[in-house]
C-alpha cells in the first residue's frame, strides 16, 4: 500500500527550476534513501513534500492531503542537524521532545500527562532518559540529534522524513544513530525517507534509492541501482561500476 | 538608612509616582515577556526600529496637535507589519529590514520637528522618556495591554515555543507560524508606543534586550527564563524610579542602568559557577 505518492513534482526557485517532474510512490515499511551529488535537489524535494517550497504537482499520504496526514499524527520529520542552534536555548531536552505533539493539539494547545508519559517512553526507548533535565544547547551533537528523533517519533508516526540526520556527527555515532532508524523500520514497521551524501552507507540500510539530479534518474531497489543503464549513462560506464564513496553534500 | 526609608514612603504619596510604579511595571513585565521571544530569535531589534517609528508618529501627533499615544498606536502597528512584510516578500533580512524602517522614521520624525516650532519640548520627553508625566490613560492603556500580552502568550504559549525553537518544524507540524508571527510584533509595537513615556524612543529597546538576557544566562528552562525576565524588568523599574527620585537622576536612563547592572551580575554568576 502507497503512504507516499509524488507526481509530476516539480519546484521553480529564482527563477530556475530546481526540480523537474518527479514522480514516485513509496510503500509502506519502505526504508527510501534520496541521494545525488551537491545541488541536485535533495533538500528542495524534501522541503517540497513537507509543504515547506512552493511547488506545481501533487503530493499524498496515503491518498490524503498534508494536512489531514500530520493532524492524524501520522509524519515525523527531523531536519539537517541545527548548527543554528542556539547553544543557550532555554529549553530542557524533554521539552524539546514534548514540543512534537503539538501538531494534532486543538488551540488553546495544552500539554497532558499522557504526552509528558509519552516523551519519557520514547526517551527511553532512544536510551537518552538521563539527558530529560539537561538543557538542549548543551548537549553533544550525537545527542542533540537523538533528541530530535525523540521528538519526531513522540506520535509513533507512520512515516519519518530525515534530510542529513548525520551530517556533522563522528563515525560511532552516525552508526548508532542508523541502527536505530533501522530498527524502527524493521520492528515498528515505520516507513523512512531519508536524505544523505552516503550512498555506500545507504546501500547498507535502505530498501530502495532515488538518484536525483534535479530530475528522478534512478527509483529501486540498491541491487537494481548498481545494474541501471540509466546510471549508466548518468555517470558513464566505469564510474557507475566504481560506485562513489561518498556525494557532495546539497 | 531611617532617613532613606522615610524619603521612599514620603515618594509612594504621591499619585505621579504611584502612576509611574504601575505603568513602569505593566509596560516593563510586556517588554520583558515578549523580549524572550525576539531576543531568541534574534529579532531584538524591532524595539529599536520601531521606537524611531513611534518618535516620527509622536512628532507628527504634536504637529496636528492629537493625543500622541493614541495616534501613534495605529501607525506604529503598521510599520510592524511592513517590517514583516519587507521580510517575508521582499526577502529583504530582518536587520535590514528593521534597519529602513527604522532610518525612514527617524528621518521623517526630524524633518517633521524642524518644520514646525514649539512642541520640540514635548518631542524631547518621548526620546527620552519621562515616566513620572505617565497620564491615568496611558496607566491604564499599560494594564491593558500587559493583560493582553499575558493572555496572548498562555493560548499561544506551546506555538511560541516550537517556532522560537525552531521555526521550520513548526511549519510542518502546522503551526500558523506567519499568524503567530504577526500577532507577537502587533503586541511588540504596542507595547513599545506606551514604553516610549517610561525610557524614551532612544532606551526602549533595552526594556525588551535586557531582562531576557539576564535571565538567559541563569536559566535553562524556557518558562522559568519568561518568568525571570518579568521579575528583572519589574524590580528594574521599581528600583529605577526609587534611586532616580533620592538622586534626581533622569528616570528612564536610571532604569536602563538598573536593567544593566542586573545584566552584569547574572554574567559574573554565570562565570564563576561554571
Not at chain 1, 545541488?39 to 522541503?47: A, D, E, Q, R, V
Request: glycine share 6%; aromatic share 10%.
Amino acid at each position: 500500500m502507497n503512504i507516499l505518492e509524488v507526481n509530476e513534482l516539480s519546484v521553480i526557485l529564482g527563477g530556475m527550476k530546481v526540480l523537474c517532474e518527479i514522480s514516485f510512490q513509496v510503500n509502506t515499511g519502505d526504508y527510501v534513501a534520496i541521494v545525488g551529488p551537491n545541488g541536485s535537489g535533495k533538500t528542495t524535494l524534501m522541503k517540497a513534500i513537507l509543504g515547506l517550497l512552493p511547488y506545481s504537482g501533487s503530493v499524498y499520504f496515503q491518498g490524503e492531503s498534508r494536512a489531514t496526514f500530520i493532524a492524524q499524527k501520522s509524519l515525523g520529520y527531523l531536519p539537517q542537524r541545527m548548527s543554528f542552534l542556539d547553544q543557550r536555548f532555554p529549553a530542557t531536552a524533554k521539552e524539546i521532545v514534548l514540543s512534537g505533539v503539538y501538531a494534532h493539539k486543538s488551540f488553546p494547545k495544552k500539554l497532558s500527562r499522557q504526552d509528558s508519559d509519552a516523551a519519557d517512553e520514547i526517551m527511553n526507548t532512544l536510551k537518552i532518559s538521563e539527558l530529560r533535565d539537561r538543557p538542549i544547547g548543551k548537549l553533544s551533537g550525537g545527542q542533540q540529534q537523538r533528541v530530535l528523533l525523540a521528538r519526531a517519533l513522540i506520535q509513533h508516526p507512520k512515516i519519518l522524513i530525515l534530510d542529513e540526520p548525520t551530517v556533522a556527527l563522528d563515525p560511532q555515532s552516525r552508526e548508532i544513530f542508523y541502527d536505530t532508524i533501522q530498527k524502527f523500520n524493521c520492528e515498528q514497521h515505520v516507513t523512512v525517507l531519508l536524505v544523505s551524501h552516503d550512498i555506500s552507507l545507504m546501500g547498507e540500510f535502505a530498501s530502495k534509492l532515488l538518484y536525483l539530479d534535479r530530475q528522478m534518474i534512478f527509483y529501486g531497489t540498491f541491487e537494481n541501482f548498481c545494474q541501471s543503464t540509466a546510471m549508466s549513462h548518468h555517470f558513464g560506464v566505469s564510474r557507475h561500476l566504481n560506485l562513489p564513496q561518498t556525494l557532495n553534500d546539497d | 538608612m531611617i532617613d532613606l526609608i522615610k524619603q521612599i514612603q514620603e515618594a509612594i504619596q504621591y499619585s505621579f509616582i504611584q502612576r509611574a510604579l504601575v505603568a513602569g511595571s505593566f509596560i516593563a513585565l510586556g517588554c520583558a515577556f515578549l523580549g524572550v521571544f525576539l531576543v531568541l530569535r534574534r529579532f531584538s531589534l524591532i524595539g529599536d526600529g520601531l521606537a524611531h517609528v513611534s518618535f516620527a508618529t509622536v512628532a507628527l501627533a504634536l504637529l496636528l496637535d492629537t493625543q500622541p499615544l493614541l495616534f501613534a498606536m495605529p501607525l506604529v502597528a503598521l510599520a510592524s507589519l511592513l517590517i514583516l512584510q519587507l521580510n517575508e516578500k521582499a526577502q529583504i533580512y530582518g536587520d535590514t529590514a528593521i534597519g529602513l524602517v527604522s532610518s525612514f522614521g527617524i528621518a521623517l520624525g526630524v524633518l517633521i520637528a524642524s518644520t514646525a516650532n514649539g512642541f520640540n519640548v514635548d518631542l524631547f520627553s518621548y526620546l527620552f522618556g519621562n515616566i513620572l508625566s505617565v497620564s491615568l490613560l496611558e496607566m491604564w492603556l499599560s494594564i491593558a495591554i500587559l493583560l493582553l500580552i499575558i493572555l496572548t502568550i498562555s493560548l499561544f504559549y506551546h506555538d511560541l515555543f516550537a517556532i522560537t525553537f525552531d521555526e521550520e518544524y513548526a511549519q510542518v507540524l502546522g503551526i500558523r507560524v506567519r499568524l503567530v508571527n504577526h500577532i507577537l510584533i502587533l503586541l511588540t509595537s504596542l507595547v513599545i508606543v506606551l514604553g516610549m513615556k517610561i525610557v524614551g524612543t532612544m532606551l526602549i529597546s533595552s526594556l525588551i534586550i535586557l531582562p531576557a538576557v539576564t535571565a538567559l544566562q541563569l536559566v535553562h528552562s524556557f518558562r522559568t527564563t519568561i518568568i525571570l525576565a518579568g521579575i528583572f524588568a519589574v524590580s528594574s523599574v521599581i528600583f529605577g524610579i526609587f534611586i532616580s527620585y533620592l538622586l534626581n537622576f533622569p528616570s528612564g536612563a536610571t532604569i536602563v542602568m538598573v536593567n544593566f547592572s542586573f545584566f552584569i551580575t547574572a554574567l559574573l554568576l554565570r562565570y564563576f559557577s561554571s
